[in-house]
Nanobody
């Protein structure tokens, strides 16, 4: 059974840090690009960061550049998002996506993890 499970969310003060994890099962992440998205209440889901299957292409949304770092460990079938200097407006549900590098229809989503930035 294919599954993506995000973890690491929670409540953090403005300026604080969190590290999200996305653990995959039922498939091998090495053939998949991994991405992190977020969705705030009343807003559309937006791309936060992307890492290609070989980690040779990494991209960030402008609003997180210099603060967030995406990484992957295919030996653990897991992707990560290190988030620093968090802002209240970044309160959202953060989702992990895995998309096959050549068979684009093979795309999986996790259930999301809540990140709340508040004092």
């Amino acid at each position: 059974q294919v599954q993506l499970v995000e973890s690491g969310g929670g409540l953090v003060q403005p300026g604080g840090s969190l590290r999200l994890s996305c653990a995959a099962s039922g498939f091998t992440t090495s053939s998949y690009a991994m991405s992190w998205y977020r969705q705030a209440p009343g807003s559309e889901r937006e791309l936060v960061a992307f890492i290609s299957s070989g980690a040779d292409n990494i991209n960030y949304a402008d609003f997180v550049k210099g603060r967030f770092t995406i990484s992957r460990d295919d030996t653990k079938n897991t992707a990560y998002l290190q988030m620093n200097s968090l802002k209240p407006e970044e309160t959202a549900v953060y989702y992990c996506n895995a998309r096959h590098k050549s068979q684009r229809s093979r795309s999986y989503w996790g259930q999301g993890t809540q990140v709340t930035v508040s004092s």
